[in-house]
């Protein structure tokens, strides 16, 4: 309606409120992009993920065929254990578990000892450095 009425009447206050209206669509424009932009970051980041997760499940697939046909090699379950080891920080808890229960069925070392360590020894520092800052 604004830009309907400033365009029958050519007087200041008209052109004020198109500019006015002009400035609030490109603001929202630019909102909107900003947001459509992180959302597009975010569905980039979790498709990653998710292709890693299905990677790292095929990986197991394979080897499990593998055992079936009394054709698995230590050194593939090796593979799969540093491949699961390089995915830690970035697959799913559920998932992990999963990639755990099979990969151990397979005979493989699971890393959750080394994630629990990391864990532990992070408590332990943090617990350490508040207990070394109140006695300060």
């Known amino acids: 309606n604004v830009l309907r009425l400033a365009s029958l009447s050519s007087t200041a206050q008209s052109r004020r409120a198109v500019a006015a209206r002009t400035v609030a669509l490109r603001t929202e424009c630019g909102t909107l992009l900003d947001k459509k932009t992180e959302i597009a970051q975010l ?6 993920e998710f292709r890693r997760e299905t990677m790292l499940f095929e990986a197991l697939e394979y080897l499990e065929l593998c055992q079936l046909r009394s054709q698995l ?47 532990r020894h992070n408590d332990y520092n943090d617990d350490n450095s508040s207990s070394r800052s109140s006695n300060n």
């Open 43 to 48: 569905h980039q980041e979790r498709r990653e």
């Open 73 to 119: 090699l230590p050194a593939q379950v090796q593979s799969a254990v540093l491949m699961l080891k390089s995915s830690l920080e970035s697959v799913p808890s559920d998932a992990l578990e999963r990639l755990r229960l099979r990969l151990s069925a397979l005979g493989g070392k699971l890393p959750r000892e080394e994630r629990e360590d990391e864990r």
